[in-house]
């Protein structure tokens, strides 16, 4: 199963805190922020790299904008928000890609690059994981980190990306099968077994 | 449907999914009540305004035509106050024998014209084309160009403007530029 990052809290309970923040109770919005952002973090991560944050904070100001005109359960909420955040991520790369060609920032190449999740905590094994995701195609990226981080499942991931549901299996098929043959991603695997055993 | 190819217990794999899915860390928690609150006010904001979305655009509307009012009548004062020696000094063609040109988006006599607003541009620009003329204060370019377009010519402003009555037909305050007329220009060498 592709349950998402860990202790995601259950539908009913963003449902409940939905409808809190539909009441424009400020607690509503801290249990959909703190159940939905660790995911979108790191999704735009990939997507984004240094911006995520940014981006993320971004996103979720115009949940709260929109969410007057949103009508759906949570299952459509999550679609929502990472439809959401795809969007202003794209935007943000479209944007930073432009200011690349800008000849003042031209020695900072590549900061929205696969390298930048790892910048950003050294040592973080997420941090790393993220980084090694980066690396892939693009849309092999996207569909691992919505299925396999956001626990989107397959008919959501194809509304996210816009996408057939063929395609998001392939995609995300093709994603983990390159990771599991990423040499570091072995060696890094290899390495925790080692340190593990040795304690 | 589960989907974990190419093999389902990859430990190279595994490891790296634990470490893409493991919980959440305090950094990337931080900040849960600063940006609580920013999105809770965000909602209130934007709330109201899906509602009451009307009343800003009458406002705005009401401050618009406020600020061409108030703009005509300072255009009016200043002009007011140079009109009076301009007209002693430029002696205008009498209004009888002169053409009046026809006038641009001039609407058909049939609608209903709009005359507070229809007057005061006319008589402002040709007080203040009869300023310059006489060798006054400049008139301004936009100004200039648009009295030109209304006369249908730069030849023709003397004549448009000693015609120029109170009870002239309506006329839009900015006739769109691409309604000037072209061949009046290349005229202007011939006096009026």
């Known amino acids: 199963m592709l349950e998402g990052v860990r202790h995601l809290p259950k539908d009913d309970e963003l449902a409940a805190a939905l409808t809190a923040a539909r009441a424009g109770d400020e607690r509503g919005f801290a249990v959909l922020w703190r159940a939905l952002h660790p995911a979108v973090l790191r999704y735009l991560r990939v997507l984004a790299g240094d911006a995520a944050e940014d981006v993320a904070s971004e996103t979720w100001l115009q949940i709260a904008r929109d969410l007057g005109r949103f009508t759906g359960d949570p299952a459509a909420f999550r679609a929502w928000l990472f439809r959401v955040a795809r969007h202003r991520g794209i935007d943000e790369v479209r944007r930073s890609g432009r200011r690349r060609e800008d000849p003042a920032e031209t020695v900072d190449t590549g900061s929205a690059g696969p390298d930048a999740a790892a910048e950003v905590i050294e040592g973080d094994e997420t941090a790393w994981a993220l980084s090694r995701v980066a690396l892939l195609p693009t849309d092999q990226a996207e569909a691992v980190m919505l299925r396999v981080v956001a626990g989107l499942d397959v008919a959501t991931t194809a509304r996210v990306l816009g996408k057939r549901r063929g395609a998001v299996r392939i995609a995300t098929m093709r994603g983990l099968r390159r990771l599991a043959a990423d040499p570091q991603v072995v060696h890094r695997a290899a390495d925790s077994r080692d340190s593990s055993e040795r304690v | ?192």
Do not use: F
């Open chain 2, 1 to 192: 449907m589960p989907i974990r190819p190419p093999d389902e217990h990859d430990p190279a794999l595994d490891h790296l999914l634990g470490a893409l899915r493991a919980p959440a860390t305090a950094d990337e928690l931080r900040g849960e009540q600063a940006m609580a609150a920013a999105m809770a006010a965000e909602y209130r904001q934007a709330a109201p305004k899906q509602k009451k979305r009307l009343r800003p655009l009458v406002v705005s509307i009401v401050a618009a035509v406020s600020v061409l009012l108030a703009g005509g009548t300072a255009v009016a004062a200043r002009t007011g106050l140079l009109s009076k020696p301009a007209a002693t000094q430029t002696p205008a063609p009498t209004p009888t024998t002169a053409p009046i040109p026809p006038i641009p988006l001039a609407p058909p006599p049939s609608h209903a014209p709009t005359p507070a607003r229809s007057a005061p541009p006319r008589a402002d620009w040709c007080a203040a084309w009869l300023t310059a003329a006489a060798g006054g204060k400049p008139m301004n370019g936009r100004d200039r160009r648009d009295l030109e377009a209304a006369a249908g010519g730069e030849a023709s402003v003397a004549a448009y403007c000693g015609a120029a009555t109170p009870a002239e037909t309506a006329k839009p305050g900015r006739p769109a530029k691409s309604k000037k007329p072209k061949k009046p220009k290349k005229s202007k060498d011939v006096s009026p």
